[in-house]
């Protein structure tokens, strides 16, 4: 357990790790020459008429650098990856990373690092530049534009898998959901062309207005606004994803400071409490401050009111602080309004180690470990202090 512990500390998963709820279940764990024959097989002489160039590549999690693709982008060229694979911190403990989280594309050296929030992704390159490909460091990424540092993992037999990647670069002015439509015909790469083609016309999912996704977890399908009351709240789904949205939220630390926020929480992704590794699945709500830490309030299974606990996950134990705001079934599917005395909750988390500012205001949403499912809404969330009021939702 020590090992799993480490390898996935040093994943860097900010405790919370996105595979995002679609239409079918896609068979991931095809083996690449499978995929590789799917693929090739249903591009019919139509569909390749619109290709500007086709390849299907195998990523090895034991493989640890950027892997250049051989395909050179043009601007406003549209390129579509679909996934199959997963890569493993335990085989014994079913504990594995989905091909979308494991993951990601660079255009050109030193560009913005992106994946998809899903098995299947369609992009638009913004320049023309070779598109590199990567899986999830074992360390962690240092920029958004794919440095990484850490270090080697221990050896693990017990780790390994990969990710298949197909990349269909397309000529400028294809329908792209169109081609999918037609490739979905072909039943071995139905389920991807499919749920690619249905991707598509939903339209691209982007966080709610003034916040941002996590940029290290990237983009995920878990959060939007929807109409509460006279207002609006963020509402969740997850199940066997991961994701981390933040808004930018300044207010001195001081005496008297206070969190607020309303939430409904329908039912819980973690069936176990929450405090280690394998179980480490949860809904909760976060402050980041300007010395890098943040603490999160959750909603546990089953762990008491006002336990507070580091991050389970070695690489952020002195990151991320946890403390249990309530507990338990009872209450859930009601709206609860929540005000703490954040002051007092970060001397008891961090002693007399204080930091100054709230930056930032987090709504955290992971089920990857247990691959259950979590939802829930949040609403009405201030921060308070010293006459000073700033409305975050």
């Known amino acids: 357990m020590r090992r799993i512990g480490i390898i996935m500390g040093r ?8 595979a995002s709820a679609q ?3 896609l068979p991931l764990d095809t083996d690449h020459e499978a995929f590789d024959t799917a693929v090739r097989g249903a591009v019919t002489p139509e569909v390749a008429q619109s290709l500007a160039s086709l390849k ?8 640890g650098r950027w892997l250049d693709t051989g395909l050179v982008t043009q601007a406003g060229q549209p390129v579509t990856w679909l996934l199959s694979g997963r890569v493993y911190w335990s085989r014994a403990l079913a504990l594995w990373l989905p091909p979308q989280l494991a993951l990601w594309g660079q255009l050109g050296e030193g560009g913005t690092i992106f994946n998809g929030a899903r098995p299947t992704h369609t992009f638009v390159a913004d320049r023309a530049a070779p598109l590199r490909l990567r899986l999830y460091p074992d ?3 240092t920029s958004p534009n794919g440095q990484s540092v850490g270090e080697p993992a221990p050896v693990n037999p017990d780790a390994g898998g990969g990710v298949s990647v197909a990349l269909l670069a397309w000529k400028p002015g294809t329908d792209v ?14 389920p991807w062309a499919a749920a690619e083609s249905a991707r598509l016309a939903e339209g691209e999912h982007r966080p709610p207005a003034g916040w941002n996704d996590l940029w290290e977890l990237g983009r995920n399908d878990i959060f939007r606004r929807v109409p509460e009351g006279r207002g609006s709240a963020i509402e969740l789904a997850t199940h066997g994803d991961v994701g981390i949205l933040q808004k930018d939220a300044a207010i001195a630390l001081r005496p008297g400071t206070r969190l607020s926020w309303a939430w409904r929480l329908d039912s819980l992704p973690s069936p176990q409490p929450e405090a280690s590794i394998p179980t480490h699945d949860y809904l909760s709500i976060a402050v980041e401050f300007d010395d890098g830490r943040d603490l999160t309030f959750l909603w546990s299974q089953g762990l008491p009111v006002g336990q507070v606990f580091a991050c389970p996950l070695p690489a952020w134990k002195d990151r991320e602080t946890h403390v ?23 001397r008891r988390a961090y002693g007399d180690h204080l930091p100054q500012r709230v930056v930032r205001v987090w709504i955290i949403a992971n089920s990857l470990f247990q691959r259950g499912a979590g939802r829930g809404r949040f609403a009405r969330i201030a921060l308070e202090g010293n006459g000073e009021r700033v409305a975050v939702e």
């Open 11 to 18: 994943l860097v998963l900010a405790c919370t790790l996105g």
């Open 23 to 25: 239409a079918a279940p």
């Open 324 to 346: 249990v705001q309530r507990s338990g079934a009872a209450g859930l599917g009601e709206w609860h309004d929540e005000s703490v005395d954040l002051y007092a909750a970060v």
């Open 177 to 190: 959901a169109a081609q999918m439509s037609a490739l979905a015909r072909n039943a071995r790469l139905a």
């Open 139 to 141: 360390g962690a990424w």
């Open 56 to 63: 299907v590549l195998h990523l090895s999690a034991d493989h």
